[in-house]
């Protein structure tokens, strides 16, 4: 199957600062990418959808000026949480979606604020 | 609105069998996905149905019944390796994956 990899896997900021989270396709282009977000004991959340060359789609309730999506080419999206706060802590989950439109999700994210 | 639904925790022996059932309503279907995660870990495919019927593959089976709305995902013989969570998901008109909550199976020697 198609491999996605994340970078990095596991990060701790403080509060207030910002983190870049990468998500590559490595074996398949991604016309579309996902990034959910899931904190403890609950589903996914998908937070914003993104296409190649184009703004990314915010779900509701998600601050498009505080998760900020790139997605500059087939093999590369990236997530940067702008001025994080501890509840921003979650385990960040990207996905690529190939021609089959099957998703194949990346291996997560741990982002912990203090 | 769309909705998926499936039970919370289940609970099963080592070595039996165990269907997790799904329920949905979406605005159109293009398919249905179950995915298995491991706590702390992201979810892995198991298996996907698009027409009516039951795909197997191995250990595990998916049901599908597009008129009634509803999916199942066999276990058989059952490891303890198999206690995780099974998410459900069904592709809507636009592509778009539409996730249940999941549902926690907790396997007992």
């Known amino acids: 199957g198609a491999v996605v990899s994340q970078h990095p896997s596991w990060v701790i900021c403080k509060s207030g600062t910002s983190v870049k989270i990468e998500c590559r396709s490595l074996d398949f282009q991604a016309t579309t990418m996902f990034w959910y977000r899931q904190f403890p004991k609950q589903s996914l959340m998908l937070m914003a959808t993104s296409n190649e060359g184009s703004k990314a789609t915010y779900e509701q309730g998600v601050e498009k000026d505080k998760f900020l999506i790139n997605h500059a080419s087939l093999t590369l999206s990236t997530l940067t949480v702008t001025s994080a706060h501890p509840e921003d802590s979650s385990f960040y989950i990207c996905s690529g979606r190939a021609r089959d439109y099957e998703q194949y999700f990346g291996p997560g994210t741990r982002l912990t604020v203090t | 609105g769309q909705n998926i639904d499936q039970p919370t925790e289940m609970t099963a022996t080592e070595g039996a069998i165990v269907q997790i059932n799904c329920t949905y309503q979406t605005s159109g279907f293009n398919g249905l996905f179950w995915y298995q995660q491991h706590a702390g870990e992201a979810p892995t495919f198991l298996s996907y149905?698009?027409l009516d019927g039951l795909e197997e593959k191995g250990r595990f089976s998916s049901f599908l019944s597009r008129s009634k709305g509803y999916s199942y995902l066999l276990l058989k013989e059952l490891q303890m390796q198999d206690s995780a969570s099974y998410l459900c998901?069904?592709?809507?008109?636009?592509?778009?994956?539409?996730w249940g909550a999941g549902t926690k199976l907790i396997i007992k020697p």
């Open positions: 998901a069904v592709t809507d008109s636009n592509y778009q994956l539409i």
């Open positions: 149905n698009v």
